[in-house]
């Protein structure tokens, strides 16, 4: 009812036939709000969720860590006192 209400530019709606104060809004605020907050997250969230970078097993990771392969080297280098 309310899509053919705001389609209609000719007639004036009311819940009362005496009154304008019981105008039927023509604007559905609640479709104004939904329609805003998924432009707001459409900005920082992709459609998955969150970005790959906040996932649980990767969170901790230094950002410079060297490869495996030179982590077991320097493991490995005996130390003499």
Known sequence: MRKTITND???FYTY???FM???FPRVNEYEIAQNAK????AGWKTK???DILNKKENYNLHPKK?????IDELTNIPYHW
């Open 38 to 41: 998924q432009e707001n997250e």
């Open 66 to 70: 060297p490869p495996q392969p030179k």
């Open 48 to 50: 998955t969720g969150f």
């Open 16 to 18: 009362g036939k005496d």
């Open 9 to 11: 530019n000719k007639n």
């Open 21 to 23: 104060s019981l105008a």
